[in-house]
């Protein structure tokens, strides 16, 4: 059991995090830098995000969708604590370090949420849940922290981080849709769609999104210089 645990839990999104990796033309990151987000910016991001669900208005409010209000900022702030330095300014590289802490993230989270299933509920519940849990797994923390981490380095583009680097909209726009995602996503909004509709759905935004910065990047790879960070992002 605890073997499918892992394997079930850890598959799907530590494959994603080696996808974004490769799609890193750069290739200035080392494997074992984004396998030690995987592991740490995961662990950090939980921890971050049981923190802040220490305030209990979001979820008194919006119940199961408050974790969007939540989760994304921890997440984000494990990005920016382990991997924010001068030497990786490329959008794609916050594209594949959001990638790996994300991928981190769901990994534990689903581990967690297995353990608990199967304890409570028995070993056929979990194995659903894992099944479940690793199909739609491209689909969610992913892709989400992918695009908040590459919205950020987008604005900052190496440099400092200050409050008109959150306040830019380039970086703003980007991220309040990666939390509406996960506001619908944990809502029962569209949950009469079949087959898992309402995930592909809410997936497939997500996905347009991050291939958008992920050949932007590739633009500026081509043109072998960054663009100048935004004047908001100086402020």
Same mark, same amino acid.
Not at 40 to 69: C, H, K, M, N, Y
Not at 157 to 176: D, E, K, Q, V
């Given at each position: ?72 900022? /921890? ?22 370090? /959001? ?35 690793? #199909? ?29 680097? #959150? ?31 309402k995930y592909l759905l809410l997936g497939a935004v997500a996905w347009m999104v991050a291939f958008g910065f992920l050949f932007g990047g590739f633009r500026e790879v081509s043109k072998g210089q960054l663009p100048a960070p935004t004047p908001m992002a100086k402020t």
């Amino acid at each position: 059991i605890p073997g499918l645990i892992i394997t079930g839990s850890f598959a799907a999104p530590l494959a994603m995090a080696v996808f974004f990796f490769e799609c890193n033309q750069l290739q200035n990151i080392s494997l074992y830098l984004v396998l030690k987000l995987f592991v740490w910016g995961g662990i950090l991001g939980i921890v971050l995000s049981l923190v802040l669900f220490e305030v209990d208005w979001p979820t008194a409010l919006f119940g199961a969708s408050a974790a969007a209000l939540i989760e994304e900022p /921890g997440k984000l702030a494990a990005v920016i604590l382990l991997a924010h330095r001068s030497r990786y300014p490329w959008t794609l590289n916050g594209l594949c370090f /959001g990638a790996a802490v994300g991928a981190g993230f769901a990994a534990f989270e689903s581990a967690g949420y297995a353990l608990s299933i199967a304890l409570t509920q028995g070993t056929d519940a979990m194995h659903e849940n894992l099944f479940v849990r690793g #199909f739609l797994s491209p689909f969610a923390h992913v892709v989400w922290t992918a695009i908040a981490a590459a919205a950020l380095w987008r604005v900052s583009r190496g440099g400092p981080l200050t409050m008109g680097s #959150f306040r830019n909209w380039r970086f703003l726009s980007p991220f309040l849709l990666v939390v509406a995602l996960h506001f619908i996503w944990n809502s029962t909004f569209l949950d009469g769609i079949p087959f898992f509709g309402k995930y592909l759905l809410l997936g497939a935004v997500a996905w347009m999104v991050a291939f958008g910065f992920l050949f932007g990047g590739f633009r500026e790879v081509s043109k072998g210089q960054l663009p100048a960070p935004t004047p908001m992002a100086k402020t």
